[in-house]
């Protein structure tokens, strides 16, 4: 009799570790309780006593996951609080605006308790603290930034930043959603408008001379919600921007400057004859997607303790329905492939709380406890996006949000190839499953 044992791909930060079994997993849990104790490592997802079925397998994929995730956080926050002892500093939190707060925290402090000592410098109320989280941004050169990531709720921000040892990083508050109709609930308030305007006033948006001269004309009024209100109809409101990338549509080797918001991904490409062409892939058309890893091969071996962070090429590939029954991969390879992953898993999560009548608050309650639950319907999505000419007079709303989990547990496929999109090795999207535009 022959048994098939399943193994899985660990990746941290989307770049492949080791692949390990259950019982290796297993056994690393019962060293790190007697290490650290049993009151310190999250619960392992029990053992079944006869064959898994596929279903049972992608059962426990999810719940190794979720334990992956835990135990990272509780195990850098031990290492992290090991190595720096527990005490009162001054940690600078900066605005969207590039004026900095500081606030007095613990170097233990968690995310959460950052971010409500920041507020209560602000005097943010209470209620609208979860409208807003802590990112980690690298400042360019050329005065623009690079988002790298959102702050998990278990990291301490102190050590994060302290660690990078270097001051072109920086923890930035801004709004964490991805729906303008939010945007009212924010401005309602004097502070949360403040922040607001702050942002818009520093984003990504495409004007003509005529709408410049509007949001000018406001700005020096004084007059924010209005100027808010009209920077929401203007194309590009609230979308991050991506630093300049590769992609393969529509050919291989373009250039394209990719960005995320209206619960898409914005194409910028230009064509390798130099012709500049637009074009949107909607969240709802993403049947899957995935992040893959590779390194450089000499000799035919790849070496991935002797690569550095810069040397590992990260990749988004998404399968997009392009007509009714026609799927096609694209493939993105940028560094923050990663973020983009995190920003399609944001929009996913927040279109199916809409469309089950949830709020921003009961979404974010249902992101960590992990449980958005898969849609049994499937409905047509319908026409696909081509590749335009920039269109500055289209109009376009704008919802937004990102977030980062550091841990990934995945099936182990039977290519080892970045380059292979196998069915194991992807993030199902419950919104194409559920959601058809008829319903946005």
């Not at 802590?134 to 790298?148: A, K």
Request: some cysteine.
């Amino acid at each position: 009799m022959f048994f098939l044992l399943q193994a899985y791909n660990i990746h941290v930060n989307g770049v492949l570790h080791c692949r390990v079994r259950y019982s290796q997993l297993l056994g690393l849990h019962e060293q790190i309780k007697k290490e650290y104790g049993n009151n310190v490592v999250p619960a392992f997802p029990p053992k079944k006593i006869f064959t898994l079925t596929p279903a049972e397998v992608e059962q426990r994929r999810e719940q190794l996951e979720k334990y992956m995730q835990a135990e990272h956080h509780c195990l850098s926050v031990l290492q992290d609080t090991q190595q720096i002892p527990t005490e009162e500093v001054q940690l600078e939190i900066y605005l969207s605006n590039g004026q900095k707060v500081k606030v007095n925290i613990l170097t233990s402090d968690q995310t959460e308790d950052v971010l409500e000592a920041v507020a209560s410098k602000l005097d943010l109320p209470d209620e609208l603290v979860g409208y807003f989280s802590l990112f980690l941004v690298q400042e360019r050169g050329d005065g623009g930034c690079t988002y790298v990531r959102k702050l998990q709720e278990f990291e301490l921000p102190y050590v994060s930043i302290t660690s990078l040892h270097s001051s072109d990083y920086r923890i930035v508050l801004r709004k964490s959603y991805w729906d303008t109709a939010y945007d009212s609930d924010v401005m309602d308030d004097r502070v949360g408008l403040n922040l607001l305007y702050s942002q818009v006033k520093r984003g990504w948006i495409l004007v003509n001379k005529e709408q410049h001269r509007q949001l000018k004309s406001l700005q020096e009024k004084g007059s924010k919600k209005e100027f808010i209100r009209l920077a929401q109809t203007l194309k590009y409101y609230g979308y991050i921007k991506f630093d300049p990338c590769i992609t393969d549509f529509p050919e291989k080797g373009c250039h394209v400057i990719v960005g995320a918001g209206n619960n898409e991904l914005n194409f910028h490409v230009k064509l390798p004859n130099d012709q500049m062409k637009e074009g949107s892939f909607k969240v709802t058309r993403m049947r899957c997607w995935r992040v893959t890893s590779s390194v450089p091969v000499a000799n035919g071996t790849a070496n991935p303790s002797s690569s550095s962070k810069c040397d590992v090429k990260l990749e988004l590939a998404f399968e997009y329905l392009m007509s009714k029954d026609r799927l096609q991969w694209v493939t993105i390879t940028s560094q923050q492939a990663i973020m983009m992953s995190i920003c399609l898993q944001s929009m996913v999560d927040e279109l199916m709380v809409k469309k089950s009548g949830g709020s921003i608050k009961k979404m974010q309650k249902k992101r960590l406890n992990g449980s958005f639950q898969r849609s049994d319907s499937q409905q047509t999505v319908k026409s696909p996006p081509l590749l335009d000419s920039p269109d500055p007079s289209r109009e376009q709303v704008v919802k937004i949000s990102t977030k980062l989990s550091s841990v990934s547990l995945r099936g182990l496929s039977s290519s080892n190839s970045a380059s292979d999109i196998s069915g194991n090795d992807f993030h199902g999207n419950y919104a194409f499953e559920g959601i058809g535009d008829d319903d946005l």
